[in-house]
């Protein structure tokens, strides 16, 4: 797998982009030549081999860049620091690609739902609570606070939810 880690980073560093090698690693598992546990490390890989790009450009800029680039190099090492030594975190990631892979499955526009709520309305919500606690007027804070407490219910609930009542 750690050789698969370097792969992966050697692989983006040459073709400076670590979409395109997990837009062709994704083909590869869709069709089964490759396994979903090999793609793991690859595609970990591809996100170090990305940072190479930024380091580079840092180099002819000044420290501040360098420092931002640094930053998104071990950023991504912790990552993987954190993921990847330990089988069972392994799974984490694992069982949640095959869950949007079954959902994809059921229902060809799940994809675009799934990439509408993780990466518009999501954000949207919480940079709009972030702004209820910004304001400094106390009753911006107050609903916040509420806010915090109805979606903090929510989670817990369906957590609940989830792990002891079977739902998903």
């Not at 972030?130 to 219910?153: D, Q």
Request: glycine content about 12%; proline content about 4%.
């Amino acid at each position: 797998g750690y050789l698969a880690i370097m792969i992966g980073a050697g692989i983006t560093i040459l073709v400076q982009s670590s979409s395109i090698t997990t837009s062709v690693l994704t083909p590869l598992v869709g069709v089964g030549a490759l396994r979903l546990e090999q793609m793991l490390p690859l595609t970990l890989g591809a996100n170090i081999g990305t940072t190479v790009t930024g380091l580079l450009a840092a180099l002819l800029g000044n420290e501040d860049g360098m420092q931002v680039a640094l930053a998104h190099l071990f950023f991504n090492i912790s990552g993987i620091a954190i993921w990847y030594p330990i089988p069972a975190m392994r799974n984490v990631p694992l069982n949640a690609a095959r869950a949007l892979g079954r959902g994809t499955r059921l229902n060809r526009l799940f994809p675009i739902l799934y990439i509408a709520v993780c990466f518009i309305a999501m954000p949207l919500v919480f940079l709009g609570i972030s702004y209820l606690f910004s304001e400094g007027n106390a009753g911006f804070t107050a609903l916040g606070v509420v806010v915090v407490i109805i979606v903090g219910t929510a989670l817990m609930w369906t957590a609940y939810f989830c792990k002891y009542r079977g739902g998903s």
